[in-house]
């Protein structure tokens, strides 16, 4: 039936401000960036990855109404929309090192978790990304593990 996920829609408040963080920080590269006259429709994509897009969506007609719009950006810029993606590398560490020489602001260093390495940031909106070096082999979540996990959600 399906194939696979072709675009990935993440709300934005600015596409150009989203454009400097995505592409000029974290590496994406723009696959579509066209002027619909009601709304622009901006897509990006990892070089690694270009079949796969997320359309940096400001929140907004025609998809929304201007309420429901407003409801959706406070949500966004309160970091309250869940996780807009998981990036998977090679090197967590150097890549958590590389993206803070270029100025991105973490939430979370790398820390070893069960299914491998994973860090934490927010794009300028809010948006949540992981950024994860998934382990080899077998995961094993022990109740150490689910302990750690639980008292870190009840302090966010």
């Known amino acids: 039936m399906f194939k696979n996920i072709s675009i990935t829609a993440v709300y934005v408040i600015d596409q150009d401000e989203a454009l400097d963080f995505y592409v000029g920080k974290l590496g994406f590269d723009v696959s579509n960036d066209v002027d619909m006259g009601f709304m622009r429709w901006l897509t990006i994509s990892l070089p690694a990855d ?4 997320l359309l940096l969506e400001v929140p907004g007609p025609p998809a929304l109404s201007e309420e429901v719009a407003a409801q959706v950006r ?7 929309l869940g996780v ?6 090679d090197d967590c560490r150097r890549t958590y090192a590389e993206l803070s020489a270029k100025g991105v602001e973490f939430t979370e260093e790398p820390v070893e978790q069960p299914y491998g390495i994973d ?7 809010g948006n949540h990304i992981r950024i994860t070096q ?3 082999g077998p995961v094993e979540v022990t109740d150490e593990d689910i ?3 639980s008292s870190s959600a009840r302090e966010v």
């Open 134 to 136: 998934p382990a080899t």
């Open 84 to 89: 807009a993606c998981i990036l998977t590398t």
């Open 147 to 149: 302990a750690r996990w």
């Open 119 to 125: 860090c934490a940031l927010r794009d300028p909106f």
């Open 50 to 53: 270009p079949d796969r897009h």
């Open 74 to 80: 406070d949500l966004l810029t309160k970091g309250a």
